[in-house]
Protein backbone atom coordinates (compact mmCIF):
# COMPACT_ATOMS: atom_id res chain seq x y z
CA UNK A 1 0.00 0.00 0.00
CA UNK A 2 1.39 3.15 -0.71
CA UNK A 3 0.14 6.61 1.17
CA UNK A 4 0.59 10.08 0.41
CA UNK A 5 0.42 13.24 2.31
CA UNK A 6 -1.51 15.88 0.30
CA UNK A 7 0.53 19.46 0.91
CA UNK A 8 4.03 19.82 0.18
CA UNK A 9 3.30 16.20 -1.79
CA UNK A 10 0.19 15.77 -4.55
CA UNK A 11 -0.89 19.61 -3.74
CA UNK A 12 1.11 22.44 -3.73
CA UNK A 13 1.82 24.75 -0.45
CA UNK A 14 0.79 28.45 -0.37
CA UNK A 15 2.62 30.63 -2.89
CA UNK A 16 4.16 34.00 -1.82
CA UNK A 17 1.22 35.71 -3.66
CA UNK A 18 -1.33 33.85 -1.39
CA UNK A 19 0.41 34.55 1.51
CA UNK A 20 1.21 38.25 0.93
CA UNK A 21 -2.52 38.52 0.36
CA UNK A 22 -3.47 36.75 3.71
CA UNK A 23 -1.13 38.95 5.46
CA UNK A 24 -2.38 42.29 3.65
CA UNK A 25 -5.72 41.15 4.92
CA UNK A 26 -4.81 40.17 8.69
CA UNK A 27 -3.22 43.61 9.13
CA UNK A 28 -0.43 42.49 11.26
CA UNK A 29 3.20 42.11 9.67
CA UNK A 30 3.96 38.94 8.37
CA UNK A 31 6.29 37.27 10.96
CA UNK A 32 3.64 37.86 13.95
CA UNK A 33 1.38 36.73 11.88
CA UNK A 34 2.95 33.61 10.41
CA UNK A 35 3.76 32.35 14.32
CA UNK A 36 0.73 32.83 15.35
CA UNK A 37 -1.19 31.11 12.66
CA UNK A 38 0.83 27.89 12.54
CA UNK A 39 0.61 27.53 16.61
CA UNK A 40 -2.82 27.82 16.13
CA UNK A 41 -3.18 25.21 13.34
CA UNK A 42 -3.35 22.14 14.80
CA UNK A 43 -6.57 22.21 16.95
CA UNK A 44 -8.06 23.58 12.92
CA UNK A 45 -6.24 20.67 11.73
CA UNK A 46 -7.84 18.06 14.35
CA UNK A 47 -11.98 19.36 13.89
CA UNK A 48 -11.85 22.80 15.26
CA UNK A 49 -14.09 25.24 12.94
CA UNK A 50 -12.65 28.51 10.97
CA UNK A 51 -14.34 30.97 13.05
CA UNK A 52 -13.04 29.39 16.44
CA UNK A 53 -9.48 29.05 14.70
CA UNK A 54 -9.25 32.83 13.16
CA UNK A 55 -10.23 34.05 16.73
CA UNK A 56 -7.59 31.91 18.13
CA UNK A 57 -5.21 33.50 16.11
CA UNK A 58 -6.00 36.79 16.64
CA UNK A 59 -6.05 36.14 20.51
CA UNK A 60 -2.39 35.15 20.15
CA UNK A 61 -1.75 38.73 18.72
CA UNK A 62 -3.67 40.58 20.71
CA UNK A 63 -5.87 42.23 18.24
CA UNK A 64 -9.34 41.30 16.11
CA UNK A 65 -9.46 40.77 12.42
CA UNK A 66 -11.34 43.51 10.59
CA UNK A 67 -12.41 40.78 8.06
CA UNK A 68 -12.66 37.05 9.29
CA UNK A 69 -14.81 35.95 6.26
CA UNK A 70 -12.50 37.53 3.67
CA UNK A 71 -8.99 35.72 5.72
CA UNK A 72 -11.11 32.43 5.48
CA UNK A 73 -11.64 32.47 1.95
CA UNK A 74 -8.09 33.92 1.03
CA UNK A 75 -6.86 30.81 3.24
CA UNK A 76 -8.47 28.31 1.93
CA UNK A 77 -8.21 29.37 -1.55
CA UNK A 78 -4.18 29.62 -1.01
CA UNK A 79 -4.70 25.31 0.24
CA UNK A 80 -6.53 24.06 -3.13
CA UNK A 81 -3.93 23.52 -5.98
CA UNK A 82 -2.36 20.56 -7.30
CA UNK A 83 1.32 19.76 -8.89
CA UNK A 84 0.08 17.79 -12.24
CA UNK A 85 2.91 15.69 -12.41
CA UNK A 86 2.20 13.75 -9.19
CA UNK A 87 -1.64 14.01 -10.03
CA UNK A 88 -0.59 12.30 -13.30
CA UNK A 89 1.49 9.79 -10.69
CA UNK A 90 -1.57 8.78 -8.88
CA UNK A 91 -3.28 7.15 -12.12
CA UNK A 92 -0.08 5.75 -13.02
CA UNK A 93 0.20 4.15 -9.64
CA UNK A 94 -3.59 3.23 -9.58
CA UNK A 95 -3.72 1.67 -13.24
CA UNK A 96 -0.46 -0.33 -12.22
CA UNK A 97 -2.62 -1.96 -9.65
CA UNK A 98 -1.11 0.02 -6.38
CA UNK A 99 -3.64 0.31 -3.58
CA UNK A 100 -3.41 4.30 -2.38
CA UNK A 101 -4.05 6.19 0.52
CA UNK A 102 -4.11 9.73 1.48
CA UNK A 103 -3.36 10.74 4.96
CA UNK A 104 -3.41 14.56 5.28
CA UNK A 105 -3.78 17.11 8.17
CA UNK A 106 -6.36 19.19 6.82
CA UNK A 107 -9.49 21.19 7.81
CA UNK A 108 -12.33 20.92 7.67
CA UNK A 109 -13.54 23.65 5.22
CA UNK A 110 -11.06 22.32 2.72
CA UNK A 111 -12.39 19.09 2.56
CA UNK A 112 -15.57 19.80 0.20
CA UNK A 113 -13.46 22.46 -1.86
CA UNK A 114 -11.05 19.62 -2.65
CA UNK A 115 -13.97 16.60 -2.91
CA UNK A 116 -15.29 18.78 -5.41
CA UNK A 117 -12.50 20.06 -7.81
CA UNK A 118 -10.45 16.85 -7.71
CA UNK A 119 -12.56 14.11 -7.30
CA UNK A 120 -12.07 12.80 -10.46
CA UNK A 121 -8.33 11.62 -9.13
CA UNK A 122 -9.31 11.83 -5.68
CA UNK A 123 -11.17 8.62 -6.61
CA UNK A 124 -8.22 6.67 -7.21
CA UNK A 125 -7.69 7.00 -3.43
CA UNK A 126 -8.84 3.69 -1.64
CA UNK A 127 -9.22 5.35 1.63
CA UNK A 128 -8.84 9.07 2.16
CA UNK A 129 -7.82 10.08 5.75
CA UNK A 130 -7.79 13.61 6.51
CA UNK A 131 -6.94 14.88 10.64
CA UNK A 132 -10.39 16.88 10.81
CA UNK A 133 -12.73 14.05 10.24
CA UNK A 134 -10.61 11.62 12.92
CA UNK A 135 -9.97 13.99 15.39
CA UNK A 136 -5.82 13.69 15.70
CA UNK A 137 -3.06 14.93 13.28
CA UNK A 138 0.17 14.09 12.12
CA UNK A 139 2.62 13.47 13.79
CA UNK A 140 0.52 11.94 16.52
CA UNK A 141 0.91 8.02 16.23
CA UNK A 142 -2.87 7.37 16.46
CA UNK A 143 -3.16 9.54 12.97
CA UNK A 144 -1.14 7.11 11.12
CA UNK A 145 -2.87 3.94 13.28
CA UNK A 146 -6.17 5.32 11.84
CA UNK A 147 -4.89 5.29 7.69
CA UNK A 148 -3.64 1.79 7.73
CA UNK A 149 -6.66 0.27 9.72
CA UNK A 150 -8.86 2.26 7.67
CA UNK A 151 -6.84 0.54 4.12
CA UNK A 152 -7.41 -2.88 6.19
CA UNK A 153 -3.78 -3.27 6.70
CA UNK A 154 -1.28 -2.77 9.25
CA UNK A 155 1.30 0.20 9.52
CA UNK A 156 3.65 -1.70 8.10
CA UNK A 157 2.40 -2.61 5.04
CA UNK A 158 2.55 0.87 4.50
CA UNK A 159 4.85 2.97 2.02
CA UNK A 160 4.32 6.71 3.11
CA UNK A 161 5.73 9.78 1.61
CA UNK A 162 5.17 12.86 2.98
CA UNK A 163 7.37 16.40 2.62
CA UNK A 164 7.77 16.88 6.56
CA UNK A 165 10.69 15.05 8.23
CA UNK A 166 9.05 14.89 11.48
CA UNK A 167 5.92 13.36 10.06
CA UNK A 168 8.44 10.52 8.30
CA UNK A 169 9.93 10.06 11.54
CA UNK A 170 6.51 9.46 13.38
CA UNK A 171 5.27 7.25 10.32
CA UNK A 172 8.57 5.13 11.10
CA UNK A 173 7.68 4.90 14.63
CA UNK A 174 4.40 3.71 13.94
CA UNK A 175 5.78 0.84 12.13
CA UNK A 176 5.16 2.60 8.32
CA UNK A 177 8.11 2.48 5.75
CA UNK A 178 8.19 6.22 5.28
CA UNK A 179 10.43 7.99 2.94
CA UNK A 180 10.26 12.19 2.68
CA UNK A 181 9.15 13.43 -0.80
CA UNK A 182 11.60 14.81 -3.23
CA UNK A 183 10.18 13.97 -6.71
CA UNK A 184 7.69 12.18 -8.60
CA UNK A 185 10.37 9.93 -10.52
CA UNK A 186 11.48 8.94 -6.74
CA UNK A 187 7.80 7.77 -6.10
CA UNK A 188 8.03 5.97 -9.19
CA UNK A 189 11.06 4.33 -8.47
CA UNK A 190 10.22 3.39 -4.97
CA UNK A 191 7.05 2.02 -5.90
CA UNK A 192 8.54 -0.59 -7.87
CA UNK A 193 9.88 -2.42 -4.75
CA UNK A 194 6.45 -2.22 -3.33
CA UNK A 195 4.09 -5.30 -3.56
CA UNK A 196 0.65 -4.23 -5.08
Keep these: MIVFDLYGVIARTQSPEARQRIVALAGVPGER?????WACRPAYDAGQDGAAYWGAVADQLGTRFADVPA?????LDSWCHVDADMVAVVHELANQ???LGLLSNIIEDLVPMWES????WLGRFAALTYSCRIGVAKPERRAYEICAESMGVAPRDVLFFDDNEVNVVAAREAGMAAELFVSPEQVRA???AVMR
Excluded: I, V
Excluded at 71 to 75: G, I, T
Excluded at 117 to 120: D, F, K, L, M, S
Design 33 to 37: FWEAY
Design 71 to 75: LLAAD
Design 117 to 120: RHGE
Design 190 to 192: LSR
Design 97 to 99: GHR
